[in-house]
């Protein structure tokens, strides 16, 4: 049973206009959410993170958003580049329920295209 | 530079043989991980170390075995059992700790049996 999914495999954006990619988690334990890039052939790269006492956090062109009562989180990359093409990942854990050592649970991923 | 190094990049196996992934730290991280990435399937975790001479298993343990004697190494071996072995490995470290918990990962090693 998929605990984080990520419904859109892949997802095609023009240069310069906004991408947005959606995750949905049904686990409501989990209450710290991560989003990691990924080039083929190469390990994760950790991008932004947000806890569940936040509803929104910002990094640079990255923001990602956390709505609870939904179990959604999303994160915008605002202008989208052509080097943001990679899959992306949205992981999450168990802050404060001995988790979080214990590993992250990842979705499968959507495959983001920048277009020029 | 501290990091993660896995080796070998690739790894080629005939059926029946035991095969060791490495994967060594210097980020002074007290937790290790090692996940299987499939074509379609994200990350799944194998086994995870919080401290040295500990492990557990994660979702996908069968076939898989690990050890953690030294706190900068957590090597991978895939055995003969593991039924469908071949697939793109990670392994990651991280502080460990209660809380906001973020993996660094290793380049990867591709394995592919024979």
């Known amino acids: ?116 | 530079d501290g990091g993660i190094t896995q080796s070998p990049k690739y790894l080629f196996r005939k059926e029946g043989q035991n095969v060791t992934l490495s994967c060594e730290q210097n980020l002074n991280h007290d937790a290790m991980y090692w996940y299987r990435q499939d074509p379609g399937q994200g990350l799944r975790l194998i086994y995870y170390s919080q401290i040295v001479n500990d492990f557990q298993k994660g979702d996908i343990a069968e076939g898989y075995s690990v050890s953690r004697e030294k706190k900068e190494s957590f090597p991978l071996t895939v055995t003969s059992a593991q039924k469908n072995p071949t697939a793109f490995y990670l392994c990651a470290s991280s502080l460990g700790r209660s809380g906001a918990n973020v993996l660094t990962f290793g380049a990867g090693s591709r394995l592919t049996v024979l």
């Open chain 1, 1 to 116: 049973d998929q605990q984080v999914k990520q419904n859109s495999p892949s997802l095609s954006v023009q240069e310069g206009r906004i991408s947005i990619l959606n995750c949905d988690y049904t686990n409501s334990m989990f209450d710290y959410f991560l989003w990691y890039k990924k080039y083929p052939a190469e390990g994760p790269t950790f991008l932004i993170s947000i806890s569940s006492i936040k509803d929104k956090n910002e990094d640079g062109r990255f923001t990602v958003f956390l709505n609870k009562s939904a179990k959604h989180l999303s994160l915008h990359i605002v202008p989208s580049q052509p080097g943001d093409s990679a899959v992306y990942f949205c992981a999450a854990s168990g802050m404060y329920s001995g988790g979080g050592a214990d590993g992250l649970t990842f979705g499968k991923g959507t495959h983001l295209i920048i277009q020029p």
